[in-house]
């Protein structure tokens, strides 16, 4: 069988390969060899600068030639790569070769040829190489998909921000409140852990097989060689430069990235069963496409699946990502290789995360308000009226307040007319009197519309 979509192991790579495509050349083992030979060629270039007697500083042009290796990267060059590393079984070997090359032809660089590579452990490349990669699918594709959501739910909290209700607290009719306030929730908590993502920083070292610079210095003694790599590491990668490891960098940022993004993903695990159990309600419709079918044998059914579907993959990706932060911070000793595959995965679970991100903004593009559905359920819960009429009871010194409103309304069935006969039994000021006669459960939501509409 060959190898195509719907042969595809992964439903990342088959299925939903098209909504996956802006994550591929990032998370892929492309783009894994794309940024070795972006580090590669950053180290060589200042290496020719640190003031080496036997490497000058490179010219412009072969500056140039370098960097445009990197920039002009091609899934033709990750092929020659692999077919490099069948021979040597080493990827970060073959990419050396490679570049060495690429060095055919430009005297300059075939002579310092040996640099390439110079001192460092295969560790120095990979953790800057997925630190890179990190740094490129958080700006690129995991923020903005995140970004769309808040911006559509800030949106709707603030284009519902005064239409009102029903809170269902344990299942339970509760104190009205607003869609939009709801909403505005869901923003606020989300917005929260958008930060915390973003301001992880990305930690990367290149300090050699111990990380104490022992080749390093076995070759130029009198050279400060951390200052040198926190040049590269920060300057020339733009990566955090971390100065205390053993072989690998240990991975803790990873593990703080991972569990931040985890924690937006409960969120809007939460959120996408808040709605799923909205539109079960009632309280949203959801708008119908030509040709779609619900269900194979009720042709009625008109589903939530686009937040199922990204309960699931929200599900998946945190399910993943707890594992990548718990495992990758524990080597043992200097270093084991436990850490190599499971980094191979990192793009399977921002993978699914995005994918989930991708239902859910599909999801509330579907999404329609049943202003209808939302009054008849307030108007058919008075009883929700009892707190309101309890509080201001207790406000003006009646006796009993809450135990009064609970033999007079709990399991009982509850109608405006009865609530009404209530209040004007009540011995109160005829002002408050009459606020409470004017209350009904859709006026009853405190600061709702404010609180949403400044979300």
Request: charged share 20%; glycine share 6%.
């Given at each position: 069988m060959t190898l195509s979509t719907i042969s595809a192991l992964s439903p990342l790579d088959g299925r939903y390969a098209g909504r996956l495509a802006p994550l591929r050349p990032l998370m892929s083992e492309y783009g894994l060899m794309h940024r070795r030979v972006q580090v590669e060629v950053e180290w060589f270039i200042a290496l020719s600068d640190a003031g080496f007697t036997e490497f000058k500083p490179l010219s412009e042009a072969s500056r140039g030639y370098l960097r445009g290796l990197v920039l002009r990267f091609a899934e033709a060059d990750a092929n020659a790569i692999k077919d490099i590393e069948r021979t040597t079984n080493h990827d970060v070997k073959a990419v050396e070769y490679w570049l060495k090359a690429k060095f055919k032809g430009h005297p300059e660089l075939?002579?310092?040829?040996?640099?390439?590579?110079?001192?460092?452990?295969?560790?120095?490349?990979?953790n800057t190489s997925h630190a890179l990669m990190l740094k490129g699918a958080r700006a690129d594709v995991l923020l903005p998909a995140l970004d769309k959501v808040i911006a559509t739910l800030r949106g709707m909290a603030h284009g519902l921000a005064d239409l009102p209700m029903l809170s269902r607290t344990h299942g339970q009719t509760a104190s009205p409140t607003t869609v939009g306030k709801e909403i505005a929730n869901v923003v606020a908590r989300l917005t929260a852990a958008r930060a915390r993502i973003a301001d992880v920083k990305l930690l990367a070292k290149m300090n050699g097989a111990v990380g104490n610079y022992n080749a390093h210095l076995a070759a130029y003694p009198a050279h400060d060689w951390q200052a040198f790599s926190r040049i590269v590491v920060e300057e020339r990668l733009g990566l955090t430069f971390n100065p205390y490891?053993?072989?690998i960098e240990p991975h803790d940022y990873m593990a703080e990235l991972f569990d931040a993004i985890t924690r937006a993903n409960t969120i809007l695990i939460?959120?996408?069963?808040?709605?799923w159990g909205y539109i079960s309600l009632g309280y949203f419709k959801q708008k119908l496409k030509d040709g779609e079918v619900g269900s194979s044998t009720m042709p009625h059914k008109v589903n939530p699946i686009d937040f199922e579907n990204a309960e699931g993959n929200f599900g998946i990706a945190s399910a993943l990502l707890t594992h990548l932060s718990q495992k990758l911070p524990v080597s043992r000793w200097q270093r084991d290789l436990t850490d190599s595959t499971v980094l191979r995965n990192m793009g399977v679970a921002l993978g699914y995360a995005v994918l989930g991100l991708d239902s859910l903004a599909k999801g509330l593009g579907k999404l329609e308000v049943n202003r209808a559905a939302l009054a008849a359920d307030l108007d058919g819960a008075w009883e929700v009226m009892a707190e309101a009429i309890q509080t201001v009871m207790r406000r003006h010194g009646l006796p009993e307040p809450y135990e009064q409103l609970k033999a007079f309304t709990r399991g009982q069935p509850m109608t405006r007319?009865?609530?009404?006969?209530?209040i004007e039994k009540l011995d109160l000021p005829a002002d408050e009197k009459a606020r409470l006669l004017a209350?009904?459960?859709?006026?009853y939501t405190g600061l709702a519309t404010t609180l949403a509409g400044r979300i």
């Open positions: 075939e002579a310092a040829g040996e640099f390439v590579h110079f001192a460092c452990t295969s560790e120095d490349i990979n490891t053993i072989q939460d959120w996408s069963r808040d709605v007319e009865l609530m009404l006969g209530f209350m009904t459960p859709a006026s």
